[in-house]
């Protein structure tokens, strides 16, 4: 079946989402096309309006639509806690906790060579511009427990070690409601390693 290059061109475009493949993007298309329009319409604008709008914060390097972001405009926020974390969607799923009220610092991504991501295209820069002129007595290391996030916490780790900053990294082990037999040799091991007195 042919389509229209215009209709290519969506389908390629809409591919560049995670988890979208040709079959997706090829639903996508024809439901916004067919029987969604205004839906089509509400979403191009709201990306425009997005990407002429949203900058990245001065300080913690968030997205934000103002020179600082809410979370470090607040009064409310302990400024001598930071916690670094990968990317903005990390941010939110700690602050959903409630659990924490220090500053953050968004990383932008994570180091994977494989994928051409070096130290020179994360925020490592502005991270240490930001602990050298701020007062900050704890730096939490909060990047994912995959292989690239761990690869990232070694790096950030010595390239902090030099600065008088207590660094932590978030606990890890076993999950609540984890049952033995079932978790990962790996999370099992750290679990041992990182056991706390009761």
């Known amino acids: 079946m042919s389509h229209s290059h215009t209709i290519d061109q969506l389908q390629e475009a809409l591919r560049c989402l995670p988890g979208v493949g040709p079959k997706t993007a090829q639903r ?3 439901h916004l096309l067919e029987r969604d329009q205004d839906g089509a319409r509400v979403i191009a604008e709201a990306l425009q309006r997005a990407l002429k709008t949203v900058i990245r914060c001065k ?3 968030n997205f934000s639509e103002t020179e600082l ?3 470090c405009a607040s009064a409310k926020r302990d400024p001598e806690t930071v916690c670094i974390v990968e990317t903005p969607a990390d941010l939110e799923a700690v ?6 009220q220090g500053m953050y610092f968004v990383l932008m ?3 994977s060579p494989l994928d051409g991501v070096g130290p020179d295209d994360l925020g490592f820069g502005r991270l240490k511009g930001l602990i050298e002129s701020e007062q900050i007595n ?3 290391i909060a990047t994912n427990l995959t292989t690239e996030g761990e690869a990232t916490a070694d790096y950030l780790h010595e390239l902090l070690q030099d600065c008088s ?12 409601g984890g ?5 990962d040799h790996g999370t099992l091991t750290r679990a041992f390693t990182d056991r706390r007195p009761w």
């Not at 900053?165 to 609540?176: F, S, Y």
């Not at 049952?179 to 978790?183: F, M, P, Q, S, V």
């Open 138 to 140: 704890e730096l939490i």
């Open 69 to 71: 972001c809410d979370i």
């Open 165 to 176: 900053v207590n660094i932590t990294r978030l606990a890890r082990g076993v999950p609540v």
């Open 28 to 30: 996508m298309t024809f």
């Open 95 to 100: 602050e959903q906790t409630g659990a924490y």
């Open 109 to 111: 991504g994570r180091l």
């Open 59 to 61: 300080r913690c390097n």
């Open 179 to 183: 049952e033995l037999e079932y978790i």
